[in-house]
């Protein structure tokens, strides 16, 4: 059973970054694909950006601002956000996938979940 602890989120003015990290315990995060998703208030979870044997994938409202990046060595994925808005506002969960080579950007394709880190943009 692999658990998921995200870490990095908090309170920043439009314009500022944040670096969200997930780490993952009883499991190797370099086997899995990585996503990270969001949810804002009374939205539905959606996706944001994975990394996987296969490169990197973004949504399209956050390319250009939003890398993601995985560090065998310690085992974590980060989420480096910067030029954060107001509408970026969301609870961050990582999440890992068995998908091998399928890369999915739904959430019911991931097996394990953290329990979220909390971005605010204040305008």
């Known amino acids: 059973q692999v658990q998921l602890v995200e870490s990095g989120g908090g309170l920043v003015q439009a314009g500022g970054s944040l670096r969200l990290s997930c780490a993952a315990a009883g499991g190797t995060i370099s086997r899995y694909v990585t996503g990270w998703f969001r949810q804002g208030p009374g939205k539905e979870r959606e996706f944001v950006a994975t990394i996987s044997r296969s490169g990197t994938d973004y949504e399209d409202s956050v390319k250009g601002r939003i890398t993601i990046a995985r560090d065998n060595s310690k085992n974590t994925v980060s989420l480096q956000t910067n030029s954060l808005k107001p509408e970026d506002t969301a609870v961050y969960y990582c999440?890992?996938?068995?998908?091998?080579?399928?890369?999915?950007?739904?959430?019911?394709?991931?097996?394990?979940w953290g329990q979220g880190t909390q971005v605010t943009v204040s305008s």
């Open positions: 999440a890992l996938s068995s998908g091998g080579f399928y890369v999915p950007r739904v959430p019911r394709e991931y097996e394990y």
